[in-house]
C-alpha cells in the first residue's frame, strides 16, 4: 500500500483519526493521534515530530526532538477504537541526518536485514514466532511497605474445583499440564481464540492453527505465517495488540508473561527461522535432518551467543522462572530434530522449501523486532567463523545420568547473568552498525533497574522459608 492508497482508504472509509504506532525498547507499543484532515502526501514524507525524552531508555532532555515516519504499506483501520481510525506503524527517525534512531527497535530491525544483504550471505530472512499468553479472569497485585500480595482468577485453573462460582461450578477444566488439548467445555476459550483469529485476519496477519496449549488456568496458542523479519515483527505486535484487546471485550485479561503462575509450564516464543538467497532455501541440504553446512554453523552462532541472547530474547526477570533445568522449558544449548528439550528443534519439513530451524529457549516477554534481529546477527557470525555446533542430541535431555547432564552447556539461570553475558558478548551484535554500543549500554542499565527492584522486594516466599528461623 502507498501513501495514495492509504489517501483513498481515509477518504473511502470516512476515517476520522490516523494513529501513529512505534515500540519502545521493552518491547511495548506506543501511540499518537493525529485528525485525518493533516494527513496528506506532504505529511507521509515529512513525517511527525514527537518528543524522544519521554520513552524509557531513550534520548535525553537536551536532545530529545524525533519523527515518527509512518509506513504505508502498514495501514490498518483498527477494530477496536469506536471512531474510524486508521493505524500505521512508524521508525523513529533522527531529524538531523534522517536516518533510523539508533535505539528505535523497527530501524534495528532494517538495520538486520540490510547487513545481511551486505554480507552476501543471502538476501532474506524468515521468521515463525509462536508466541503463547494466557487468558485469566482477572489479576490484582500489590507491592508496598506493608507487604506484597498477587492473586489469579480463572475460572479454567485447576484450583477452581472448589470455588462458589456464580451459576454453578460446572467443573470442565484442565488439570495440572492438562491443556493440551481437549475439546470443551474443559477448553472454554475455543470462541475467544476464533474471535482473535479473525481480527487477526482482517488486519493482513495469516493465521495457520489456533489451539489451547499444555498449562491449566487459560494458556492459549494463535500460530501465524511466517514473513521477513522487520514485517513479521509488526505482526507480533499487531498480534499481542488484538489478544489484549479483544480478551478486554471479552471481560477477561490477557498476558504474555512467561511465567504467571507457579507448577505449571510457562509461555514460551519458538522462533523459527532461516535465510534464503536468490530464491533458494540456505538451510536445505543433505546434511543432518536435512540440514546445510550453512544451517548448522547458523546454529553454531546462536549456541554460541546464547547467553548473550538471553538478554534480549528472555529479557524480563519472570523470564527466568521459566528456564528452569529439568523442567519443561528448553534450557540446554543443543540441537536436535524432532528432540522438543533442545533448544534448537529443526522441525520435520515435507520439503526443502520448509527447511529451518527452530530456536526454542526465547519468550514472549522479547522485543520481536530486537529478538529477531540479534538471532539473526549470532546465526550470521556461526556461518561467517564457520562455529560447528558438535553433534546432534538425539536423547531426551530433560533425563539424562548426571555426567552427560553436566557436559551440556546452557542458557542463562537469571536475568543479571545475561546481562553479564551481553556486556561480555556484544561485538556480534555491532556489526554492520545494526546494534550500537551506547544501544547496549542503556538497554543494559534500563534492564539491571528491573534487576534491583526485584532484588531489593521481600518476597512472601522468604517468610515460608525464614521466618521463624
Not at 284 to 297: K, R, T, V
Request: contains cysteine; aromatic residues 10%; hydrophobic residues 35%.
Amino acid at each position: 500500500m502507498s501513501a495514495a492508497d492509504v489517501l483513498k482508504l481515509i477518504q473511502e472509509n470516512d476515517i476520522k483519526f490516523v494513529d501513529l504506532r512505534f515500540t519502545d525498547t521493552i518491547g511495548k507499543e506506543q501511540h499518537v493521534t493525529v485528525p485525518s484532515h493533516v494527513v496528506d502526501e506532504e505529511w507521509f514524507t515529512n513525517g511527525h515530530a514527537f518528543d524522544g525524552s519521554s520513552i524509557t531508555g531513550w534520548k535525553g532532555i537536551q536532545a530529545s526532538d524525533m519523527l515518527l515516519m509512518p509506513d504505508p504499506s502498514t495501514a490498518n483501520i483498527d477494530p477496536f477504537f469506536d471512531e474510524p481510525t486508521v493505524f500505521l506503524t512508524c521508525d523513529v527517525i533522527e531529524p538531523d541526518t534522517g536516518k533510523g534512531y539508533d535505539r528505535d527497535p523497527r530501524s534495528i530491525a532494517k538495520r538486520a536485514e540490510a547487513y545481511l544483504k551486505a554480507s552476501g550471505l543471502g538476501d532474506t530472512a524468515y521468521f515463525g514466532p509462536e508466541p503463547e499468553f494466557f487468558i485469566f479472569d482477572g489479576v490484582r497485585w500489590n507491592v508496598d511497605m506493608s507487604g506484597c500480595f498477587l492473586k489469579i482468577d480463572s475460572d479454567e485453573g485447576a484450583w477452581a474445583t472448589s470455588s462458589d462460582t456464580e451459576g454453578g461450578n460446572m467443573g470442565h477444566r484442565p488439570r495440572v499440564k492438562g491443556g493440551y488439548f481437549p475439546v470443551p467445555p474443559v477448553d472454554s476459550h475455543q470462541d475467544i481464540r476464533a474471535t482473535m483469529v479473525l481480527v487477526l485476519e482482517e488486519l493482513g496477519v495469516p493465521v495457520e492453527v489456533f489451539h489451547h496449549e499444555v498449562a491449566n488456568a487459560g494458556q492459549n496458542e494463535i500460530g501465524t505465517k511466517f514473513s521477513t523479519l522487520t514485517q513479521r515483527a509488526d505482526w507480533t505486535q499487531i498480534l499481542k495488540y488484538v489478544v489484549h484487546n479483544v480478551a478486554h471485550q471479552y471481560g477477561k485479561t490477557a498476558t504474555f508473561m512467561p511465567k504467571p503462575i507457579v507448577g505449571d509450564n510457562g509461555s514460551g516464543m519458538h522462533v523459527h527461522q532461516s535465510v534464503w538467497k536468490d530464491g533458494k532455501n540456505l538451510f536445505a541440504g543433505n546434511g543432518y535432518a536435512g540440514l546445510s553446512e550453512f544451517a548448522i554453523y547458523y546454529i553454531g552462532g546462536i549456541i554460541k551467543h546464547a547467553k548473550a541472547l538471553n538478554a534480549i530474547t528472555n529479557p524480563g526477570t519472570n523470564s527466568y522462572k521459566r528456564l528452569v533445568p529439568h523442567y519443561e522449558a528448553p534450557v540446554k544449548l543443543a540441537y536436535s530434530a524432532r528432540n522438543r528439550s533442545a533448544s534448537i528443534r529443526i522441525p520435520h519439513v515435507a520439503s526443502d522449501k520448509g527447511r529451518r530451524i527452530e530456536a526454542r529457549f526465547p519468550d514472549p516477554l522479547a522485543n520481536p523486532y530486537l529478538a529477531f534481529s540479534a538471532l539473526l546477527m549470532a546465526g550470521l557470525d556461526g556461518v561467517q567463523n564457520k562455529i560447528h555446533p558438535g553433534d546432534p542430541a538425539d536423547k531426551n535431555l530433560y533425563d539424562l545420568p548426571p555426567e552427560e547432564d553436566k557436559l551440556i552447556p546452557t542458557v542463562c539461570a537469571s536475568l543479571e547473568e545475561a546481562l553479564d553475558s551481553l556486556d561480555a558478548d556484544r561485538e556480534f551484535l555491532t556489526r554492520g552498525g545494526v546494534f550500537t554500543n551506547e544501544w547496549i549500554d542503556a538497554y543494559l542499565e534500563l534492564k539491571m533497574n528491573e534487576v534491583n527492584r526485584i532484588r531489593m522486594t521481600t518476597h512472601p516466599v522468604e517468610f515460608d522459608m525464614y521466618y521463624s528461623l
